[in-house]
């Protein structure tokens, strides 16, 4: 039951994941993957501090702890905008980190709550490339409808386009490994196969040498003794 109720958790359209993407974009999230330092003029120093320890438990996919180090952030900012960076961060941990439909709507309503929230101000910005491994490992939304109004007003359409560049190319950069985890399991199905062909072979030539042996050994039943 727990392994259907993930599996259900897990399923995707793919137009509300693009809906999903404009939304975000819209809300003015263009920064490059894991750079922290692109918030030093805006975060104060134990803000940068906090906000670098988040990234990098995210980065190396240690998704609890880069929720509660972003979730610290958000109690202590010192404005909206540091506040509403965090929240992002919250989420996308969040949805890293779900497993059951219950954490899936949970991290959605984060989802939802920073969406809602007011568009940060220049030089702050959430980080796009932290939507990468939601879209490669994780593609939900399906289950909870977005509000597709936020995503059609058209002063938007430049930061959509920005963000779909970006996340094009991040995708073009995680394709060859993909491509190379499928060969390599191919590859090792293919090895699988041969050695199960190999025992069957081998089964088939033990049969044979025991009928072949039972034979003899009739024979050799069948001739009297001296």
Wanted: aromatic content about 8%; glycine content about 2%.
């Amino acid at each position: 039951m727990k392994r259907t109720l993930k599996r259900i958790s897990k399923l995707h359209t793919s137009i509300l994941i693009l809906a999903c993407l404009a939304v975000l974009a819209a809300a003015g999230c263009r920064a490059p993957f894991f750079r922290p330092v692109a918030q030093k003029a805006a975060f104060s120093s134990s803000e940068m501090k906090k906000y670098a320890e988040a990234l990098n438990a995210y980065r190396a996919q240690d998704y609890a702890t880069s929720a509660r180090h972003f979730a610290t952030l958000r109690e202590q900012a010192a404005g909206d905008d540091v506040a509403r960076v965090a929240l992002y961060g919250i989420a996308c941990s969040r949805l890293m980190s779900a497993e059951t439909i219950k954490e899936y709507r949970d991290a959605m309503a984060l989802w939802d709550r920073w969406m809602r929230s007011p568009p940060v101000r220049p030089p702050y910005h959430e980080n796009a490339a932290m939507m990468a491994p939601i879209l490669k490992e994780k593609m939900i939304f399906s289950f909870i409808l977005l509000d597709s109004e936020e995503f059609k007003d058209e002063k938007n359409q430049d930061a959509v386009d920005v963000f779909i560049s970006q996340v094009d190319r991040e995708s073009q950069r995680l394709k060859p490994k993909l491509d190379n985890t499928v060969q390599s399991i191919d590859q090792r199905d293919e090895k699988i196969k041969a050695l199960e062909k190999e025992i069957a072979r081998l089964n088939q030539q033990i049969k044979d040498f025991e009928s072949i042996d039972q034979k003899i050994q009739k024979k050799k039943s069948a001739i009297p003794a001296d």
